[in-house]
């Protein structure tokens, strides 16, 4: 346990440093994106505990945002959250080749998996907390979701080797904007908006 408090804390002091570290481990893929699975289980697991547990959602917000009926399927949450994941991964390792990076995907699997895993420790905390101090819960998942923005700019870079940060928002935003383009296409095409709550 000790190992991974001071991996999480060097992350978040020298996140190239803590990379370097990771990537050098050399970790099979297989076991990669099985590490991507599992963190995404336990995402979805804590997302439908707090969804089950907490009062249900406003029936007009439902029809407003169909996909938040997901919240409270965690299987059907899993696997948008595992999908999202390597589709996300793998898209941003072809446009980080495509834009002169010299990474290669393993590297971008561990760094992303272990971001994941630093993302659902913090989202314990945040349940934890918002049933204690709700103010301090909400204050702490916005720090939470810059840092991981942060975070996630330092490992793209290093991964993809682009030497700079502005190229990884640049990758970023490309392949935000291209996913989202592509989950809307989906959506319109197969109905999934008018037939998500059967999921």
């Known amino acids: 346990m000790k190992f991974w408090a001071d991996l999480a804390v060097e992350t978040l002091r020298s996140p190239q440093d803590a990379a370097a570290r990771i990537m050098g481990w050399q970790v099979p893929r297989t076991e990669l994106y099985i590490a991507l699975l599992a963190v995404s289980a336990l995402t979805a697991l804590i997302v439908g505990a707090v969804s089950t547990l907490g009062p249900p959602p406003d029936p007009e917000l439902l029809e407003a945002v169909p996909v938040m009926s997901l919240f409270q399927r965690p299987l059907a949450l899993f696997v948008l959250t595992a999908g999202g994941l390597i589709v996300m991964v793998h898209a941003l390792y072809w446009a980080g080749n495509a834009m002169g990076g010299g990474g290669n995907l393993?590297?971008?699997i561990a760094l992303m998996a272990w971001l994941q895993g630093l993302r659902v420790a913090a989202q314990v905390v945040i349940v934890t907390l918002s049933a204690l101090v709700p103010?301090?819960?909400?204050l702490l998942a916005l720090v939470v979701m810059i840092v991981a923005f942060w975070l996630m700019l330092h490992f793209i870079s290093a991964a993809l080797?682009?030497?700079s940060l502005l190229k990884a928002l640049g990758i970023?935003?490309?392949v935000?904007?291209?996913?989202l383009v592509g989950l809307m296409l989906i959506i319109?095409?197969?109905?999934?908006?008018?037939?998500?709550?059967?999921?």
Do not use: E, H, K, P
């Open 172 to 174: 970023l935003i490309a």
């Open 161 to 163: 080797r682009l030497g």
């Open 188 to 199: 319109t095409l197969f109905g999934l908006a008018g037939g998500v709550s059967n999921v």
């Open 135 to 138: 103010g301090v819960a909400s």
């Open 106 to 108: 393993s590297d971008l």
């Open 176 to 179: 935000s904007a291209g996913l």
